[in-house]
């Protein structure tokens, strides 16, 4: 029986897809904080270069790939689609299991597919160095790639505690040459001021995405870089999706629900944006599932409001699913999963019921992705763990209905460097918070 379906260098999408295009209501655009006045392009030229503000606003359903970014992708991309005969026969379900594998990239998630296309629009922009955040280094990993292959300084703001605990990443974005400071550092006049006031502090994403921006504004040739969240990085995520549309039709079916887990939401978007164009303007059925950890869960138990993206309140105001930019979600594993708010666009989509949402406790996760382990092979990232969560629970209620449903879902990456969660579950130490 045919698993797997291969695409070739050839099939690499050519252009990205633009569900902003689509959308039947228009998103609500960001807000200046002071004056609660939409923002002007001009004013995010401080922190973004101008292409990259342009792609942000873009009203084109299609924007096309540079060749550069194409030679890139490359490297790794397309990416496999394998259906997991083996998961679907130990949870004996007649449900068919796809999936698309983001975890072949060099840094082992989906997280390459932005900044590779970030670094070059900064590069051909003019920019020498970019500055950004990062918990567990998934984010400043990738970044680190890109900028060396574009030629560009990084300097990475990490999660003081994700900094000192989890040390494979931060020796990656090393290898790669990157600069990387454990935040809160004293680098920035807000990591200064939070050291001041607790030396031991131990950081979270918003107070180093308030430092990366701050470093930004204060930095000559600097910009600054996002990996999740805004409508630009949403939008380079969609390779995914459309490579899986092809590869969708190789197999030979449809999917009835597709799943992703969602941090900021862009390897959720990445897959399923292309597939929402279809269930908009085609009329398909799709149930469309974003999954979080019920530890941070901004759409199942947040708020639909305009709220700061930092804890800092640098950020534009941005109309999102949050649990308020103070929140300081509690230490699970899926480091990737832990943001108080979620994509606009993404929260948009689940406003409109386009999308739904689901939460799972981590305990539950880490069964499903041991399960998936030792039948698939691949050891699943924590956060890629709570899709397949999910897309058990939907399977074994297809057991249960006696129904043939067609799932697909992302694998955004491989845990190969987050094996201690899987030692703390395995040795019974895992808890849900
Ligand atoms: C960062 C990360 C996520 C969460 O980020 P999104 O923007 O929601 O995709 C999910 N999976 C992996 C493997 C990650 O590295």
Same mark, same amino acid.
């Given at each position: 029986?045919?698993?797997?379906?291969?695409?070739?260098q050839?099939?690499?999408p050519?252009?990205?897809?633009?569900l902003?295009?689509?959308?039947?209501?228009?998103l609500?655009p960001?807000?200046h904080p002071?004056?609660k006045?939409?923002?002007?392009?001009?004013?995010?030229?401080?922190?973004?270069p101008?292409?990259l503000?342009?792609?942000?606003?873009?009203?084109?359903?299609?924007?096309?790939?540079?060749?550069?970014?194409?030679e890139?992708?490359?490297?790794? /991309?397309?990416?496999?689609?394998?259906?997991?005969?083996?998961?679907?026969?130990?949870l004996?379900?007649p449900?068919?299991?796809?999936?698309?594998?983001?975890?072949?990239?060099?840094?082992?998630?989906?997280?390459?597919?932005t900044?590779?296309?970030?670094?070059?629009?900064?590069?051909?922009?003019?920019?020498k160095?970019?500055?950004?955040?990062?918990?567990?280094?998934?984010w400043g990993?990738?970044l680190?790639?890109?900028?060396?292959?574009f030629?560009?300084?990084c300097t990475?703001?990490?999660?003081?505690?994700s900094?000192?605990?989890?040390?494979?990443?931060?020796?990656?974005?090393?290898?790669?040459?990157a600069?990387?400071?454990?935040?809160p550092? =004293?680098?920035?006049?807000?990591?200064?001021?939070l050291?001041a006031?607790?030396?031991?502090?131990?950081?979270?994403l918003?107070?180093?995405?308030?430092?990366a921006?701050?470093?930004?504004?204060?930095?000559?040739?600097?910009?600054?870089s996002?990996?999740?969240v805004?409508?630009?990085?949403?939008?380079?995520?969609?390779?995914?999706?459309?490579?899986?549309?092809?590869q969708?039709?190789?197999?030979?079916?449809?999917?009835d629900?597709l799943?992703?887990c969602?941090?900021?939401?862009?390897?959720?978007a990445g897959?399923?944006?292309?597939?929402?164009?279809?269930?908009?303007?085609?009329?398909?059925?799709?149930?469309?599932?974003?999954?979080?950890?019920?530890?941070?869960p901004?759409?199942?138990?947040?708020?639909? /409001?305009? =709220?700061f993206?930092?804890?800092a309140?640098?950020?534009?105001?941005?109309?999102?699913?949050?649990?308020?930019?103070?929140?300081?979600?509690p230490?699970?594993?899926?480091?990737?999963?832990?943001?108080?708010?979620?994509?606009?666009?993404?929260?948009?989509?689940?406003?409109?019921?386009?999308?739904?949402?689901?939460?799972?406790h981590?305990?539950?996760?880490?069964?499903?992705?041991?399960?998936?382990?030792?039948?698939?092979?691949?050891?699943?990232?924590?956060?890629?763990?709570?899709?397949?969560?999910?897309?058990?629970?939907?399977?074994?209620r297809?057991?249960?209905?006696?129904?043939? /449903?067609?799932?697909?879902?992302?694998?955004?990456?491989?845990?190969?460097?987050?094996?201690?969660?899987?030692?703390?579950?395995?040795?019974?130490?895992?808890? =849900?918070?």
């Amino acid at each position: 029986m045919r698993t797997r379906f291969d695409l070739t260098q050839a099939d690499i999408p050519k252009q990205w897809y633009n569900l902003l295009a689509d959308l039947p209501e228009p998103l609500p655009p960001p807000l200046h904080p002071g004056t609660k006045q939409p923002v002007p392009p001009e004013a995010l030229l401080a922190i973004f270069p101008e292409n990259l503000v342009q792609q942000e606003m873009c009203p084109d359903r299609f924007v096309e790939i540079p060749e550069a970014v194409r030679e890139i992708y490359a490297l790794w /991309r397309p990416t496999p689609l394998l259906r997991a005969v083996r998961f679907e026969k130990a949870l004996q379900t007649p449900a068919h299991i796809y999936y698309k594998y983001e975890g072949v990239s060099p840094a082992g998630s989906h997280k390459v597919n932005t900044s590779v296309a970030q670094a070059y629009f900064n590069k051909i922009a003019g920019t020498k160095r970019l500055a950004t955040e990062t918990g567990a280094g998934q984010w400043g990993s990738s970044l680190a790639l890109a900028c060396k292959l574009f030629d560009l300084e990084c300097t990475v703001y990490m999660v003081k505690v994700s900094y000192q605990q989890k040390p494979y990443r931060r020796m990656l974005m090393h290898t790669w040459g990157a600069t990387v400071h454990p935040s809160p550092s =004293d680098q920035t006049n807000y990591g200064r001021k939070l050291l001041a006031e607790d030396p031991n502090c131990q950081g979270s994403l918003g107070i180093a995405i308030s430092e990366a921006i701050e470093d930004t504004v204060t930095h000559p040739h600097t910009k600054y870089s996002l990996g999740s969240v805004l409508n630009h990085v949403c939008l380079h995520q969609t390779v995914i999706g459309l490579e899986a549309l092809k590869q969708m039709e190789l197999a030979g079916e449809e999917p009835d629900a597709l799943f992703g887990c969602c941090g900021g939401g862009s390897n959720f978007a990445g897959l399923v944006f292309p597939f929402l164009h279809k269930k908009i303007r085609e009329g398909k059925k799709y149930r469309i599932v974003g999954v979080e950890p019920t530890a941070c869960p901004s759409m199942t138990k947040g708020e639909l /409001r305009y =709220d700061f993206g930092d804890t800092a309140e640098t950020t534009p105001l941005l109309m999102m699913y949050t649990l308020g930019h103070k929140f300081m979600p509690p230490p699970i594993h899926a480091g990737g999963l832990r943001y108080h708010g979620m994509s606009p666009l993404v929260s948009h989509a689940l406003k409109l019921r386009l999308i739904e949402a689901e939460a799972y406790h981590q305990t539950e996760v880490f069964e499903r992705a041991t399960l998936f382990a030792r039948t698939e092979g691949i050891v699943p990232a924590p956060e890629s763990a709570h899709a397949i969560a999910a897309v058990a629970a939907e399977a074994l209620r297809a057991r249960e209905a006696g129904q043939k /449903r067609v799932i697909l879902f992302n694998l955004s990456g491989h845990g190969l460097l987050d094996l201690s969660a899987y030692e703390s579950f395995l040795n019974g130490k895992l808890q =849900d918070v």
